[in-house]
């Protein structure tokens, strides 16, 4: 579904990918592991379309994005929900949900289905919510433009231990439910144990992937802390 091929991309005039490839599969979760700095954030934007590649190419279903528009992007299916949640602080739940809607008409029953916290908070402004709340309603008010592959950009920073479960928890119906994911997350130990597949990216390259990084010594050692 989402192919980067020799990706580089940086910053006024930096080098952060150096001819990184991936790619995610239609229904699968995909994890990128890395440590802070290693372009793990990087990647995202420039498959969304944040930061437009130097070289190589950005395919969704086939089809270069290249000088694709953001919101093109997302109309196409390819939502980047990026770190920091970027929500509408002054509005409130529901209208950062019709937000997310503006092109869809996607009613919200589904979101509030997965998540019923913002169910009870509709009415409450987004940047008065808890930090485990807002991270649920960044996701919800992305899977309201009816994502078909979701990139979410470490959804459990700050987060308290039940809320990250209940984050969690939720990726995975999501992705029963058919969306892909490709999953930015510090938590190396739950996003590997979530994931069907995983990279290991350090200084701007892909340097390990598999089905089953979370048994890889290299791994364990630099990641998992064991």
């Known amino acids: 579904m989402l192919q980067l091929d020799a990706i580089e991309a940086g910053y006024a005039g930096l080098r952060v990918l150096?001819?990184?490839?991936?790619?995610?599969?239609?229904?699968?979760?995909?994890?990128?592991?890395?440590?802070?700095?290693?372009?793990k954030s990087t990647t995202l934007r420039a498959a969304s379309g944040l930061l437009a590649p130097t070289a190589g190419r950005v395919l969704f279903d086939g089809r270069d994005l290249r000088g694709v528009q953001v919101h093109a992007v997302v109309r196409r299916g390819l939502v980047h929900v990026p770190e920091g949640r970027a929500l509408f602080g002054p509005l409130t739940v529901a209208e950062n949900l019709a937000m997310g809607a503006y092109h869809t008409g996607e009613r919200a029953d589904g979101v509030l289905e997965l998540f019923p916290r913002l169910a009870e908070r509709l009415g409450q402004r987004a940047?008065?919510?808890?930090?485990?709340?807002?991270?649920?309603?960044?996701?919800?008010?992305?899977?309201m433009t009816r994502p078909r592959l979701l990139m979410l950009d470490e959804p459990s920073v700050g987060l308290a231990p039940l809320m990250v479960s209940a984050v969690f928890a939720a990726l995975a119906s999501i992705r029963d439910s058919g969306v892909a994911i490709l999953l930015v997350e510090q938590n190396a130990t739950q996003a590997l144990a979530l994931a069907d597949r995983a990279y290991v990216i350090e200084s701007g390259v892909i340097t390990l992937s598999g089905t089953d990084l979370a048994d890889d010594d290299r791994v364990r050692r630099a990641y998992l802390g064991r």
């Open 127 to 143: 940047d008065t919510m808890s930090g485990g709340e807002q991270q649920m309603l960044a996701i919800a008010r992305a899977l």
């Open 18 to 39: 150096h001819g990184l490839s991936l790619e995610v599969g239609m229904g699968e979760i995909v994890a990128l592991v890395g440590a802070n700095g290693a372009g």
